[in-house]
């Protein structure tokens, strides 16, 4: 059992901002090292339900050079954990018990990258999808128990799904315009 509530809450208009004041301390603290920010998770679709944590795709100049500036982020309360289980990223919560945000840093152009912006734009275009999603996300959290593992599974052949249409019409876009 987790020791976090795992709660799922309507969309919140003010995630976007919350969203603003965090990338503007995180550029201010990484520097040139930070080449984009960008709102990533539930929180950045306008409309679809969450967890209130802020999720937020970091792309860096190198992991190494992120990782130099660790005093930074934990000065902005994040805690370094590395890899954390996914290749080639780097991961930080922030609050602990009472997360509210979480930083996935990778390197700029990595193919997580594009994943994370591709799922993120393809339900920001796609309302049902994401309202379906959302009610999905809503009906495993009461029924989770606060697991985040049964939480995670859950929704795992969905999102899977979803991140296949993403990736599919992603390819068709013009990247440079997407990642803006």
């Known amino acids: 059992m987790s020791l976090r509530v795992i709660e799922v809450v309507s969309y ?5 901002a919350m969203f603003e004041q965090e990338a503007a301390e995180l550029r201010r603290a990484l520097g040139d090292v930070a080449r984009h920010v ?5 929180t950045s679709v306008p409309g679809l ?35 954390f289980g996914i290749p080639r990223r780097r991961y930080y919560p922030k609050g602990g018990a009472d997360r509210t945000h979480q930083v996935h840093a990778f390197a700029a152009g990595d193919e997580h990258v594009i994943r994370h912006l591709a799922f993120r734009d393809y ?15 809503m009906a495993i959290a009461r029924e ?20 296949a249409r993403a990736l599919a019409a992603f390819t068709g876009l013009d ?3 997407t990642l803006l």
Not at 12 to 16: D, I, K
Not at 123 to 137: N, V
């Open 12 to 16: 919140r208009p003010e995630w976007p």
């Open 38 to 42: 960008h709102h990533i998770g539930s």
């Open 49 to 83: 339900a969450a967890k209130p944590i802020i999720d937020i795709l970091l792309e860096v100049t190198t992991l190494e050079s992120l990782d130099a500036l660790n005093p930074p982020m934990l000065a902005l309360g994040y805690e370094p954990r590395g890899e």
């Open 123 to 137: 339900l920001r275009a796609h309302s049902e999808t994401a309202k379906e999603y959302g009610q999905l996300k």
């Open 144 to 163: 989770c128990d606060n697991d985040i593992e049964r939480y995670c599974d859950g929704k795992d052949a969905y999102v899977k799904a979803i991140e």
């Open 175 to 177: 990247r440079h315009q």
